[in-house]
């Protein structure tokens, strides 16, 4: 192993427990692209790697648990309707127009946007396997890729749910899921829901990635009506889950707003995961999930924006307030979540929740994933200060003041914009097929 550079800075978040921070911070990327070393400057190892000095602060990379980010593609569609109507009347039609190559151009660009708010990983659950992870290459970015898995009208154009769950198992079985050694790209399963997908169809799903040590990654209780029937006969769709033994292993149920008791009971027995997305269900009046009863039965949260179709933007700083904001609005106490919980749900909680411990902390072993934020702003009044550092990042800086970010060492962000890849071309084609999707369901 050899230190290829040292970042150093001011102050750093490492997001371990405890939340320490880090002043005079001193970080080193080996030539794996991993982190060496990190910590004060004052017990820091000699070295002869490249020296880069950053003013401002450091931390990891955000990890987004539930994205859907070619919808890029979509943004704006179909704004002001609610859930059903929403997926059924507008999403679906638009994305049945959908080519390999405009969802390669949706990822891309959704990635640099990602970036560009120091997002370091998304889990996605998308079409086009092959178009999604040439993008993620692209564009210098992380992804946990579950590809879609689904029975409703209209998408049997990419064969039948069995052949979606199949083709995952093939190319897991061929590659692993961990198909290199850097990391960049993770498979798992994405069966969409209960309510897309026939009796016994998560069942199996759930066995296939148990047997390969896979996350399986799906929406679960994200309004009231989507799935009726199912509550009807279940009583719910984690009781119906539980029922079929699909539950255990890596299981993330995205949204995951309308629980009961025995449900949050149920996650925490089983390990389930929550992606819990605030934004995208306020705006799809969805309901508020029950974060703080969730937190408190030890089930992992992590936040996530959604697509941009239904969010619209891809900024987890947003969530992250969002989801404080709303915690201590139905708790009716203004300490009920903080601002080093709420960015601990975007880093190390996030990365726990997905069962990635090479991700979400800044401390030696791993992957060098690393987010330089500005200091030099109003929003930062007493950066001295440990508490109002971290209350101002939260609360008051956020995207708009990340200026680098590295992904496994490598820099693909500089000074605010992407360097793998051009955003203006990136921007040039999302428009162009935005413009033929409109005119095609326009005929």
Known sequence: MTVLQRLTAPVAL???????????????????????????????????????????????GLV????????????????????????????????????????HAGMLAGCLDL????????????????????????????AVLTPGIIAAPGWDRLGTWEQMRDDVSARIDAHGVLPDGDGRI????????????????????????????????THVAESRGEDEQLRAEHGSVPAMLAAGDALGGRFLAAHSVHLSDDDITTYARHGVAVAHC?????????????????????????????????????DLWHQARLAGLLARIGAGDAAALTAADVLLMATADAAHAIGRDDLGV????????????????????????????????VWA?????????????????????????????????VRAISARLRRDLAA
């Not at 039965?297 to 941009?308: F, I, K, R, W, Y």
């Open 14 to 60: 490492s997001c371990a427990p405890g939340f320490p921070i880090v002043r005079d911070a001193v970080l080193d990327v080996d030539d794996t692209g991993r982190i060496a070393w990190f910590g004060p400057a004052a017990a820091a190892p000699p070295t002869d790697a490249v020296v880069r000095p950053l003013p401002g602060l450091l931390l990891p």
């Open 64 to 103: 987004n648990t539930h994205c859907h980010t070619p919808m890029s593609l979509l943004r704006g569609m179909g704004g002001d309707l609610p859930l059903m109507p929403w997926l059924t009347d507008v999403m679906w039609p638009a994305e049945g127009l959908l080519t390999e190559s405009d969802v």
């Open 115 to 142: 970036l560009r708010t120091g997002c370091t990983t998304s889990v996605e659950m998308y079409f086009f396997t092959d178009a999604l992870i040439d993008a993620v290459r692209t564009a210098g970015s992380r």
């Open 186 to 217: 993770e498979l798992g399963y994405g069966p969409h829901s209960a309510y897309t997908l026939p009796p016994g169809a998560l069942e199996t799903i759930a066995a296939a990635a148990r047997e390969r040590g896979a996350l399986v990654h």
């Open 278 to 314: 605030p934004g995208s269900n306020a705006k799809l009046a969805a309901g508020t999930a029950r974060l703080l009863d969730l937190r408190r039965a030890g089930v992992p949260v992590g936040l996530g924006t959604d697509g941009p179709a239904s969010c619209d933007d891809l």
């Open 362 to 393: 800044l401390e030696a072993g791993r992957r060098a994933d690393v987010v330089h934020v500005d200091t030099d702003d109003t929003a930062f009044v007493a950066p001295e200060d440990d508490a109002q550092l971290v209350s101002n990042l």
């Open 397 to 429: 800086g956020g995207s708009r003041l990340v200026r680098d970010v590295w992904v496994g060492g490598e820099q693909v962000v500089a000074g605010g914009e992407p360097t793998m890849a051009d955003r203006r071309e990136a921007l040039a084609s």
